[in-house]
T-cell receptor, first 116, second 107 residues
């Protein structure tokens, strides 16, 4: 596609339910990032993919969070047993950069997750 | 952590010049990005600096001093639409974002 596409754009879920967020990066971009942004806060790094592998998962806040990427393209971020503190905007970005990370990342519009 | 520091808020007048500073930890530094984020929208890329000096792009310029761990974003001829958050992001082994500077442009 022309840009990074994320779905759903909004998700309201009950506490304790699982949610799955999807990111479709720009075609050909090998690097894919997930960030989380709470209201009025900066971007919190969650995980980084290079191809299908995740060299850096250090930002995942707990074992309830997991992510995968298949075919070097689409990525899904799964949050199990959601908690109210998981409420945030989840942003995905992709880049053509390799390990040097020296080219800009293009962001999707994000998924606004609300846990009630 | 990478201790990326930038002011949380700034206010400037339409037509004026504003400089937004960013300091960071120099160890492992690969390059520095500036992004603009309007409220409720995704960040968009403004600039990338890897060498010392000033990079000019229209009304926006970005400066880097690698030895000092310092960068600034300079916005000239401010317009109301420039009201946004400006995010400093540093490439280490991954790209780490600062908390952002919320700029309000007033008439």
């Amino acid at each position: 596609g022309a840009g990074v596409s994320q779905s759903p754009s909004n998700k309201v879920t009950e506490k304790g339910k699982d949610v799955e967020l999807r990111c479709d990066p720009i075609s050909g971009h090998t690097a894919l990032y997930w960030y989380r942004q709470s209201l009025g806060q900066g971007l919190e790094f969650l995980i980084y993919f290079q191809g299908n592998s995740a060299p850096d998962k250090s930002g995942l806040p707990s074992d309830r969070f997991s992510a995968e990427r298949t075919g070097g393209s689409v990525s899904t971020l799964t949050i199990q047993r959601t908690q109210q503190e998981d409420s945030a905007v989840y942003l995905c970005a992709s880049s053509s950069a390799g390990q040097a990370m020296n080219t800009e990342a293009f962001f999707g519009q994000g998924t606004r997750l609300t846990v009630v | 952590g990478q201790n990326i520091d930038q002011p949380t808020e700034m206010t400037a007048t339409e037509g004026a010049i504003v400089q937004i500073n960013c300091t960071y930890q120099t160890s492992g530094f690969n390059g520095l990005f500036w992004y603009q984020q309007h409220a409720g929208e995704a960040p968009t890329f403004l600039s990338y600096n890897v060498l010392d000096g000033l990079e000019e792009k229209g009304r926006f310029s970005s400066f880097l001093s690698r030895s000092k761990g310092y960068s600034y974003l300079l916005l000239k001829e401010l317009q109301m639409k420039d009201s946004a958050s400006y995010l400093c992001a540093v490439s280490y082994q991954k790209v780490t974002f600062g908390i952002g500077t919320k700029l309000q442009v007033i008439p």
